[in-house]
């Protein structure tokens, strides 16, 4: 098959995306596909006027060298030449419509937020994981909990608009502990669990500078467990001990920073009851192929639902490859079935 697999793009996310999209390709490579591999923000490099030579290209080193820091966006966006405002760079679009099909590598907002999925649904090109519908609610954290919070236990929330106005106000009456969420975060970047006045109004200013919109959790003491979707079944969950702190950006992409137990040793009932309610979620907000749901499980096995990634990390050091691996299947067939999942999805209109 011919397989153009989009990565990094204008996300915070976008060094986590150019490691999954090398392993991505290298995997399908490995397996006879022809893999074109290609940054969606800038896309086709200057003097690459054919876009077929990258089916055949080396994966640029720049994206393997790629540092696990977030990285700043706007040195990003001024380091593309010209000043167009997209965030498709030259070329993609017309690379992506001869494919077979374009795998999403792309994780956090400008990719697994429903927009290049609804731009490839107009040029008639499928894509891997969700469509474009559900990958949007997924991506917002107060519409994903206000659909399901009737069918699993969610942690109690509010979600406010924090502004230059009322942030005094909020840092007054906000009941601590309280996790401080962007509303459409990924990869824990502006989450903060809040336990002085001082933190919450550090935490408040910082999700301000990420939009406003944002989600005030109440915290939830327990066991950090997260369980892969793959086609329409649990796989088996995972737990996180971070080594310090809670599961934030540092330990989720510092190698060995934290301990992750695949199977997770919990008790059989606990570990249906968390595959079951992500089961649940996955399904009512029509998500397709695979995700992956983040929950905190409390002493009595009490399934905090926390949110659900539509593309999660497939970074050497990512969850669901782990998932996925003690049930057979390694990384390459994990990368194909998603590919064969998906086409049957998009052809189910899903
Ligand atoms: N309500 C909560 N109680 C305790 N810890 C939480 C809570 N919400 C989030 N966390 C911690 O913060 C991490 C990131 O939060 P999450 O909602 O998964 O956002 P992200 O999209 O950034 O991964 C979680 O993996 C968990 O370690
Ligand atoms: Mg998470």
Not at 66 to 71: D, H, L, N, T
Not at 111 to 116: A, K, N, S, T, W
Not at 302 to 308: G, H, K, N, R, V
Not at 314 to 327: D, G, H, I, K, R
């Given at each position: 098959?011919?397989?153009?697999?989009?990565a990094?793009?204008?996300?915070?996310?976008?060094?986590?995306?150019l490691?999954?999209?090398?392993?991505?390709?290298?995997?399908?490579?490995?397996?006879g596909?022809?893999?074109?591999?290609?940054?969606?923000?800038?896309?086709?490099?200057?003097?690459?006027?054919?876009?077929e030579?990258?089916?055949?290209?080396?994966?640029?080193e720049?994206?393997?060298r790629?540092?696990?820091?977030?990285?700043n966006?706007?040195?990003v966006?001024?380091?593309?030449?010209?000043?167009?405002?997209?965030a498709?760079?030259p070329?993609?679009l017309?690379?992506?419509?001869?494919?077979?099909?374009?795998?999403?590598?792309?994780h956090?907002?400008c990719?697994?937020?429903?927009?290049?999925q609804?731009?490839?649904?107009?040029?008639?090109?499928?894509?891997?994981g969700?469509?474009?519908?559900?990958?949007a609610?997924?991506?917002?954290?107060?519409?994903?909990?206000?659909?399901?919070?009737?069918?699993?236990?969610?942690p109690?929330?509010?979600t406010?608009?924090?502004t230059p106005?009322n942030?005094?106000?909020?840092?007054?009456?906000?009941?601590?502990?309280?996790?401080?969420?962007?509303i459409?975060?990924?990869?824990?970047?502006?989450?903060?669990i809040?336990?002085?006045?001082?933190?919450?109004?550090?935490?408040?200013?910082?999700?301000?500078?990420?939009?406003?919109r944002t989600?005030?959790?109440?915290?939830?003491?327990?066991?950090?467990?997260?369980?892969a979707?793959?086609?329409?079944?649990a796989?088996?969950?995972?737990?996180?001990?971070?080594?310090?702190?809670?599961?934030d950006?540092?330990?989720?992409?510092?190698?060995?920073?934290?301990?992750e137990?695949?199977?997770a040793?919990?008790?059989?009932e606990?570990?249906k009851?968390?595959?079951?309610?992500?089961?649940?979620?996955?399904?009512t907000?029509g998500?397709?192929?695979?995700a992956r749901?983040?929950f905190i499980?409390?002493?009595?096995g009490?399934?905090?639902?926390?949110?659900?990634n539509?593309?999660?990390g497939?970074?050497?050091?990512?969850?669901?490859?782990?998932?996925?691996?003690?049930?057979g299947i390694?990384?390459?067939?994990?990368?194909e079935?998603?590919?064969?999942?998906s086409?049957?999805a998009?052809?189910?209109g899903l």
């Open positions: 098959m011919k397989i153009v697999v989009l990094g793009g204008l996300s915070p996310e976008r060094n986590v995306s490691s999954s999209g090398t392993m991505v390709c290298q995997a399908l490579r490995d397996r596909h022809q893999v074109a591999l290609v940054d969606l923000f800038y896309g086709l490099e200057e003097g690459v006027s054919d876009g030579a990258l089916y055949h290209a080396p994966i640029p720049a994206f393997k790629v540092s696990r820091e977030a990285p966006l706007e040195q966006r001024a380091s593309r030449k010209g000043n167009s405002p997209s498709i760079g070329g993609v017309e690379l992506c419509a001869g494919a077979d099909v374009v795998y999403l590598a792309l956090g907002a990719g697994e937020d429903g927009r290049i609804a731009a490839l649904d107009l040029l008639g090109v499928p894509y891997t969700s469509g474009y519908l559900g990958s609610i997924a991506m917002d954290k107060d519409l994903t909990k206000r659909l399901v919070s009737h069918l699993v236990v969610t109690k929330w509010e406010v608009t924090v106005d942030l005094e106000k909020l840092v007054r009456t906000t009941v601590r502990p309280v996790v401080v969420k962007p459409a975060s990924g990869s824990s970047i502006g989450v903060y809040a336990h002085t006045e001082q933190e919450l109004r550090a935490a408040l200013a910082e999700s301000m500078e990420l939009g406003g989600v005030l959790e109440q915290y939830i003491q327990g066991r950090e467990i997260q369980v979707i793959l086609n329409g079944k796989l088996p969950s995972i737990e996180i001990i971070p080594k310090k702190g809670f599961y950006y540092e330990n989720k992409y510092q190698p060995g920073a934290a301990l137990v695949c199977p040793e919990i008790p059989a606990w570990e009851a968390v595959g079951d309610a992500a089961l649940r979620v996955f399904q907000l998500l397709a192929v695979y749901a983040d499980v409390t002493e009595d009490t399934p905090y639902f926390l949110e659900i539509t593309l999660p497939m970074t050497p050091t990512s969850l669901v490859p782990q998932e996925a691996a003690v049930v390694d990384y390459g067939t994990l990368c079935t998603i590919i064969q999942a086409l049957e998009r052809k189910g």
